[in-house]
């Protein structure tokens, strides 16, 4: 039987990077949008679409369990376009209960379906101030206020969603700043930068090798460490969509 594998944001910048990589490596992929009108490209692009709402805990099971994916792959947010300063306060809400609630209707619809493995995406730049670079065994930054804390506790929870379900093999990838195409950001922004299209081969790499765990994956210049992705996870920031796995 074929791999098959749900990819929940399939739509979005990774998402879309992603599902290409999938489909050239053999995978049938099926894609969650809440967006009818995004149905159309996703077909194009060779994915068989899902239009489902992530808070919809009763349709979401009922999708995973008709498709019976072996892997879920998470790459929800709920963010603006660029991250336009003017709608981010909002945002940062939104999608801190996208991490939670959302997180938590997907692992168990995962479960009910029968998945075997599930790759989320996380942020690389929740840590706790301190010695830089950051690796997976520093802190979060829990005891942060504000929008910072507000993102902190919501990667925090969906960390906890993955990686604590014992029927699932969980991985999670501490994504930095996401730049390329489809982003809104055309070159390297924040802390910890990382191109699109890498970001996207994390999630193939995660899914290929099995591996549970967490994941910095972020530019060799970036405040946070990525020794053990490259090491684990055969993973290099420099990979792109022409560059052979």
């Known amino acids: 039987m074929t791999h098959r594998v749900f990819v929940a944001g399939a739509s979005g910048a990774i998402g879309t990077a992603l599902a290409s990589l999938l489909i050239a490596a053999g995978y049938t992929v099926f894609g969650g949008t809440r967006r009818a009108d995004r149905g159309r490209k996703l077909e194009d692009a060779g994915v068989t679409p899902v239009v489902v709402d992530v808070f919809d805990a009763t349709a979401l099971r009922d999708a995973l369990v008709r498709i019976a994916p072996h892997s879920v792959i998470h790459q929800l947010t709920d963010l603006p376009f660029g991250l336009d300063p003017a709608r981010m306060a909002q945002a940062v809400t939104a999608n801190a209960r996208i991490r939670d609630e959302g997180t938590r209707n997907l692992v168990a619809a995962a479960i009910s379906a029968g998945s075997k493995r599930m790759v989320a995406q996380s942020i690389a730049w929740a840590y706790r101030p301190g010695v830089t670079p950051y690796d997976e065994s520093c802190p ?78 972020a530019q060799d210049d970036a405040e946070v460490n990525s020794a053990k992705a490259k090491r684990e996870l055969g993973w290099s920031p420099d990979i792109r969509s022409a560059t052979p796995v």
């Open 140 to 217: 979060l930054d829990l005891d942060a206020q504000g929008a910072r804390g507000t993102s902190v506790r919501g990667v925090a929870a969906l960390e906890q969603h993955v990686l604590t379900t014992a029927s699932l093999i969980g991985t999670v990838l501490r994504y930095g700043q996401i730049y390329g195409p489809g982003t809104g950001a055309d070159a390297p922004t924040g802390s910890s930068p990382l191109h699109v299209e890498a970001a996207a081969y994390a999630a193939l790499l995660a899914l290929q090798r099995g591996k549970a765990g967490v994941f910095n994956i």
